[in-house]
């Protein structure tokens, strides 16, 4: 049984061929394309789990590939590249990446990175919906999606996540530390950044106005608190 099935997306063609033996040899079922929108087009005819995805290609860009497979797909994504600075972590994870890795990497980063980004939060029987919907969101936990004002708004498997990690702990403080581990796994807890990108995005999804939150909310230096109305 397959472990999953990913599409390599890098215009190096070692790249591609080493990714192809060694995720296979994992249990991976691994696919390559050449350019962005090679990459697109392969999306569209089969289906995969995850994207491994070059940050830096000629053409299309991994940036724009990547904000092209989030505006229709909730597939994993992770991004690769020869950069390590903040900026291109953000610049990554603001497109729609849920996962950024420096090259050159481990095989055991590698993989640790691909379960992490596969790797989903069992569903909560806690989760009360009743205090977002009485303040005008609707959150439909089946079909991940959330409704503020008519607009309905996709969630990716990493926003579902996390809002659901916090809907299940209303008005509670949770740290920094504890929801990537929780969301990531635990191999995370400083990568503060993946936070505060993923908050972002949900806040301009499930609040009125994100630039004046009223369900997300920030307790500077500790962590991010889910307020509900009791």
């Known amino acids: 049984m397959s472990a999953g099935n990913i599409l390599v997306i890098d215009d190096d063609p070692q790249i591609r061929r080493v990714m192809k033996v060694t995720l296979s040899t994992h249990g991976y079922v691994v696919a390559g394309a050449r350019t962005g929108e090679e990459g697109l087009t392969e999306l569209r005819s089969n289906v995969y789990d995850l994207v491994l995805l070059d940050m830096n ?4 860009g991994g940036i724009e590939t990547c904000r092209r497979i989030r505006s229709s797909s909730d597939i994993a994504i992770i991004m690769l590249t020869v950069n390590n600075t903040e900026r291109d972590k953000v610049e990554a994870l ?34 009360d919906l009743q205090a977002l919907r009485a303040q005008g969101v609707e959150i439909d936990l089946s079909s991940r999606q959330a409704t503020v004002r008519g607009r309905t708004f996709s ?31 635990p191999d995370y807890g400083e990568e503060l950044e993946y936070l505060r990108v993923f908050v972002n995005r949900l806040r301009k999804k499930i609040e009125p106005d994100p630039s004046k939150p009223q369900f997300l909310m920030t307790d500077a230096w500790i962590g991010y608190r889910l307020h509900v109305s009791q």
């Open 57 to 60: 290609m000629p053409g299309m």
């Open 94 to 127: 603001d497109a729609g990446a849920d996962d950024y890795v420096t090259k050159p990497f481990s095989t055991p980063e590698l993989l640790a990175r691909i379960r992490a980004a596969l790797r989903r939060l069992p569903r909560s029987d806690e989760v």
């Open 155 to 185: 969630l990716s498997p990493k926003e579902f996540d996390l809002l659901s990690y916090l809907l299940a702990r209303p008005n509670k403080t949770i740290s920094h530390r504890e929801l990537l581990q929780a969301i990531w796994g």
